[in-house]
């Protein structure tokens, strides 16, 4: 059964960071591109950002770009979001999500991002 | 950016009757390998979002046979043969063609 679950959410002020990881296992973690997918209260889902299975190719949101890192470990099955200069508008419940022939796949359940001073 | 537009936006339909949820994107959605990244996801309430359908018409694993999704061009259909009071929920329609991937405004169904 794929899983994947994602930690590291949580209360930040304005201007702060986190990091958000992902643990996946039940696929081969390794052969797949993977991707996170936002969405604020209240709002549509907004695509963030996608790493390639071996981390040659990275894309970005115009919203995030400069400010997020995607990154990835496929040894520990795990992908990462490194969020810096947060703002009030990336509050949000972030999911992981399978990349692949289907693109997407499958979601985590997400993590709460909340910017609040 | 790919614009995607869904109507209805909301759709209330009768336990048993069929539903349909219409998309159209701004551009092509075919990509360089030919197929074509048109996606149909559901978030019942309390969930994360599943993927019910990849590229136009190919149903996701597990997912019941009374929903379908065809079209071509610019123009999709979703369609729920029957509906059940488990489909209730919010339906997206997305294109993973071109980054940004980018989604529908949604369309929530519910039992009248």
């Known amino acids: 059964e794929v899983q994947l679950v994602e930690s590291g959410g949580g209360l930040v002020q304005p201007g702060g960071s986190l990091r958000l990881s992902c643990a996946a296992s039940?696929?081969?973690?390794?052969?797949?591109?993977m991707n996170w997918v936002r969405q604020a209260p209240g709002k549509g889902l907004e695509w963030v950002s996608y790493?390639?299975?071996?981390?040659?190719?990275?894309e970005y949101a115009d919203s995030v770009k400069g400010r997020f890192t995607i990154s990835r470990d496929n040894a520990r099955n795990s992908l990462y979001l490194q969020m810096n200069s947060l703002r009030a508008g990336d509050t949000a419940v972030y999911h992981c999500?399978?990349?692949?022939?289907?693109?997407?796949?499958?979601w985590g359940q997400g993590t709460l991002v909340t910017i609040s001073s | 950016d790919i614009v995607m537009t869904q109507t209805p936006l909301s759709s209330p339909v009768t336990l048993g009757q069929p539903a349909s949820i219409s998309c159209r994107s701004s551009?092509?959605?075919?990509?360089?390998?030919?197929?074509?990244?048109l996606s149909w996801l559901q978030r019942r309430p309390g969930q994360p979002p599943r993927l019910l359908i990849y590229?136009?018409?190919n149903r996701f694993s597990g997912v019941p046979d009374r929903f379908s999704g065809s079209g071509a061009g610019t123009d999709f259909t979703l369609k729920i043969s029957r509906v059940e009071a488990e489909d209730v929920g919010v339906y997206y329609c997305?294109?993973?063609?071109?980054?940004?991937?980018?989604f529908g405004q949604g369309t929530k169904v519910e039992i009248k």
């Open positions: 999500v399978t990349g692949g022939a289907t693109r997407p796949g499958y």
């Open positions: 039940g696929f081969t973690f390794s052969n797949y591109g």
């Open positions: 790493i390639s299975s071996t981390s040659s190719t990275l």
């Open positions: 551009q092509s959605l075919v990509y360089s390998d030919g197929n074509t990244y």
């Open positions: 590229k136009i018409s």
């Open positions: 997305m294109q993973a063609a071109q980054f940004p991937w980018t």
